[in-house]
């Protein structure tokens, strides 16, 4: 059976364009009406009497997502497991901040980020995507292989994290990872090496 893998709905700090990282914030109404229109489709894919294994980062615009969904499946929330290694990246003294105030706190410092993210350390504890990669590789390992039973999964996630995740999945190189789509409105079936791409209609 496949891997459903979703990103939470639209949040206040991504219209702004902040950088949530391992902070919250609220679900907009156009975040919350994703994520029912997500759990619709979901709903068209998975028959009822299908086994759901139904894991959820545990930042609480995820949960909230994950709580939407589960009422589209006339499923139980309770059901929901929290597993903190699908958590987003944690952009340490960047959290909850700008690119435009990053910059302007923190001279310079995007530029080189972004020359090197596998490695460059964000000030304040921030993670790197090797230490990103550790983690997702860890979840994937542990995962993977129950993908292949009679359960269905479906994984609510972040958009870093999520690229990351469909990434290794393809065995991509991390700049062909970080141009992947990071939607909010549809989500990918990972399934027998592909990956595919489900969208209300």
Known sequence: MPLYLLRHGETVDNVAGRFQGQNDSELTEVGRQ?????????NSLIAPATDLKFVSSPLGRTQKTSRIICTRLGRLFDSVETDPRLMEMHYGAWQGMTEF?????????WESWNRQPATYPI?????????LFQRVDDWLEDTGVHWQGEAAW???????????????????PLAEMRQLARPHDRFYELHKGQITTHAAS
């Not at 994520?35 to 979901?42: F, K, P, S």
């Open 34 to 42: 994703q994520a029912r229109d997500n759990g619709r489709v979901l």
């Open 101 to 109: 105030e990053i910059e302007q706190e923190y001279p310079g410092q």
């Open 123 to 131: 000030p304040g504890g921030g993670e790197s995507y090797d230490q």
């Open 154 to 172: 479906i994984a609510v996630s972040h958009g870093g994290i999520g690229s990351v995740i469909c990434g290794r999945y393809l065995g991509l």
